[in-house]
Nanobody
Framework: QVQLVESGGGLVQPGGSLRLSCAASGGIFSINTMGWYRQAPGKERELVAAITRGGDINYADSVKGRFTISRDNAKNTVYLQMNSLKPEDTNVYYC????????????????WGKGTLVTVSS
């Protein structure tokens, strides 16, 4: 059974940094796009950053220049380095892995993590 385990959230002061990690496990053959989304109460979930298996990256305009996404395909892990954090970055951050395949012959399925809370406050 595929599982995504997120870590790295917490409380940080404005201007500080955090690094989120999301490790996928469960007999995985390959993962297509890995990404981070965030959702504030009462709002829709929005893309923060995503990275394809080949390394193409997409960032939300609000985080460009401050956040960096990376992945380790050998470890099935995606990271989000968040610098110069602002109070408006306070959110629950969710990891999403698209088209996780457990064998070559299957199309694959999308999975979400349970979320990790990031709070930026003095």
């Amino acid at each position: 059974q595929v599982q995504l385990v997120e870590s790295g959230g917490g409380l940080v002061q404005p201007g500080g940094s955090l690094r989120l990690s999301c490790a996928a496990s469960g007999g995985i053959f390959s993962i297509n796009t890995m990404g981070w989304y965030r959702q504030a109460p009462g709002k829709e979930r929005e893309l923060v950053a995503a990275i394809t298996r080949g390394g193409d990256i997409n960032y939300a305009d609000s985080v460009k220049g401050r956040f960096t996404i990376s992945r380790d395909n050998a470890k099935n892990t995606v990271y989000l380095q968040m610098n110069s954090l602002k109070p408006e970055d306070t959110n629950v951050y969710y990891c999403k892995c698209e088209r996780i395949r457990r064998r070559l012959t299957e199309y694959g399925m999308d999975y979400w993590g349970k979320g990790t809370l990031v709070t930026v406050s003095s």
